[in-house]
């Protein structure tokens, strides 16, 4: 580790920070349909998309309709997604004249990309025509990130509320994010992306000549529009199979750092949102407290573990001089342009945030710094999370550690002066629990059949990691892999796009039972026993929850794959 390491993680975290106030605000203000300085040039494309739509902005759901109306959006995304794939090769803008996508991948990418994953078992620039890449994909980065915002706007009503039925208009909410929120922020980022020399076209793929006299052909196309909402939407998916470590997708620092700040934004900003929806900022502030040191302690992790050098490869020197085989640590799948420090950096927003995109390769980092990742991402991704889930995520863990300081003082537990009875408790738990069903089900599976096994690049304690860690991926609507496993595969594009579906929509049912049981209740006013929900005892409490969830339920699955893999690794043995 280094002083210029650190220096840089302090730069980014410094950034993130100081967009969350005003950002924040500034949703607040939007979903709550108050006047901003971008309502004279978007108001009246808001009430044009109402009237073409039928919807009726005045109108509230109840959380029932709020409900099926978000399912009923997420299953039309799906099958979008899918007929534009099936039908690309007679559709235009195709320069490159890109055949239909068979069946097995074309359902997994339309899954993926309907519930923000945006896991791809191809390579894009391969696969996919323009057209898809922009009717399908990218419009998915949109609307698939808004679905998500506006569910933690749903709860979080739910908490600001007093004996309500209703917790806003799905539509509205749907609309709102995208027109106020993403598509602004996208065509700023776009147009900086633009500027750093990425690549915003409709031409056909350029055929160069090498020096030996071979062909190369050298992908492009709107890849910069395509960026922008990929990171700010926490999709992860990217134009090229490289995806961020292409130098079309990121070319220099400057865009890294500007990627790396896209990822974390809305979501940590959504902290601030919340604070002034329920009318008392530092509520916010706490949560953001909880995200921030399980930020920290990750990163650190992370980057501790890659600067380590290998004890096989010192072994291996004639010497026996440590670092004499890699002087500053592990750079094996990272870009010397980034270096291990914003590889680590990239690794931890990335699967902290439901983004998914990388610019290292995480099958190649260190067993425990790949430990780091899976972890992220086990705990529910509620460290930022992504756009909207991972507040509302991180919200249920909230419920579900106030019940635990209820049961300790021996009162009944509440937050922000909703009373947290059985019901709310129940569905909390049980939505926290559906994700491990899922991973650990799924990873047992593809372990002991055929057609999991035959993917594998690496045996023993990594090919384990390598499969834990897809289904882990899948299920957190992550999108990121080790990506020895060959994943597109019958098998693991359907079961893959199974999980998918679980994490995002499984989630969605308990969670919006819970708001709206929250939205029907009374707000009790604080006593001198209410426990306090702004300070470090909170942030304690919250944190330690988490972990101990996290790992009762995942530490036996993560000793068979990392943890014994690094014991390997100090016994000079690598897989």
């Known amino acids: ?69 978000a399912l009923f959006f997420g299953f039309a995304s799906f099958l979008a997604v899918y007929a534009l794939q099936r039908l690309q090769a007679v559709l235009p803008l195709n320069p490159h004249a890109m055949g239909a996508v068979s069946a097995d991948s074309s359902f997994n990418t339309a899954v993926s990309f309907a519930t923000n994953t945006n896991w791809q078992g191809y390579g894009g620039e391969s696969t996919m025509s323009y057209l898809t890449q922009m009717a399908a994909l990218t419009v998915q980065n949109f609307v698939s990130a808004a679905a998500g915002i506006a569910l933690a706007v749903a709860f ?54 090498t020096l030996e006299g071979a062909k190369q052909t050298i992908a492009q196309g709107p890849v910069a529009s395509q960026l922008a909402i990929k990171q700010l939407g926490t999709n992860g998916g990217g134009f090229f199979n490289a995806n961020s470590a292409h130098p079309f997708e990121n070319p220099n620092a400057i865009t890294n750092l500007l990627e790396l700040w896209a990822i974390l934004a809305i979501s940590a900003a959504l902290t601030c949102t919340f604070g002034k929806m329920v009318g008392n900022t530092r509520q916010g502030w706490a949560v953001f407290a909880v995200m921030g040191v399980l930020w920290l302690a990750g990163q650190g992790a992370c980057y501790w573990a890659e600067t380590q050098p290998s004890p096989v490869l010192a072994r291996l020197h004639v010497d026996q001089t440590p670092n004499a085989l890699q ?66 995520g991180m919200l249920l863990f909230i419920i579900v550690g106030m ?28 939505a926290i629990l559906i994700s491990p069903l899922s991973i650990l089900g799924f990873a047992a599976l593809a372990c002991v059949l055929p057609a999991g096994l035959s993917s594998l690049n690496n045996a023993g304690p990594h090919g384990f990691s390598e499969i834990l860690y897809a ?37 969605i049912v308990p969670m919006m039972a819970v708001a709206g049981s929250l939205a029907a209740k009374k707000i009790v006013p604080a006593s001198a026993g209410t426990f306090p929900t702004t300070g470090p005892l909170f942030v304690g409490l919250i944190i330690g929850v988490i972990l101990i969830v996290g790992g009762l339920t995942y530490f036996p699955a993560l000793a068979l794959g990392p943890v014994v893999e690094h014991l390997a690794m100090l016994g000079h043995s690598l897989y």
Not at 160 to 168: D, F, L, Q, Y
Not at 403 to 429: C, D, I
Not at 480 to 507: C, D, E, K, Q, V
């Open 156 to 209: 979080i009503r739910a908490f600001a509320r007093k004996s309500a039925n209703t917790v806003g208009n799905f539509w509205v909410d749907l609309t709102r994010c995208t027109l106020y929120v993403l598509l602004p922020l996208s065509v700023v980022v776009a147009l900086a992306m633009i500027w750093q020399g990425l690549p915003q076209n409709l031409n056909d793929y350029t055929i160069a000549s």
């Open 403 to 430: 019940f635990v300081a209820g049961l300790m003082v021996g009162r009944t537990p509440e937050y922000l002066g909703k009373k947290l009875e059985a019901k709310e408790v129940k569905m909390a738990m049980l």
């Open 1 to 69: 580790m280094t002083f210029n390491g650190w220096l840089q993680i302090a730069i980014f975290a410094v950034l993130v920070t100081a967009t969350v106030k005003p950002l924040g605000l500034f949703m607040a203000r939007v979903f709550a349909g108050e006047r901003t300085f971008l309502t004279p040039a978007l108001r009246p494309v808001e009430r044009a998309i109402y009237t073409l739509c039928g919807v009726h902005e005045e109108q509230e759901q109840h959380w029932t309709v709020y409900t099926v109306a």
């Open 327 to 392: 002087p500053g640590g592990n750079m094996e799948g990272k870009e010397v342009r980034f270096g291990i420090a914003n590889s680590t950096i990239w690794a931890n927003a990335t699967t902290e945030a439901s983004n998914g995109s990388v610019n290292a390769m995480h099958d190649s980092f260190t067993p425990l710094g790949g430990l780091v990742p899976i972890v992220n991402i086990q705990l529910g991704e509620i460290i930022w999370g992504g756009v909207g889930s991972g507040l509302y």
């Open 471 to 507: 289904y882990t991926s899948a299920t957190g609507n992550n999108g990121s892999a080790f990506a020895g496993l060959n994943a597109n595969t019958p098998f693991y594009n359907i079961t893959l796009g199974i999980a998918m579906l679980i994490g995002r929509f499984l989630w």
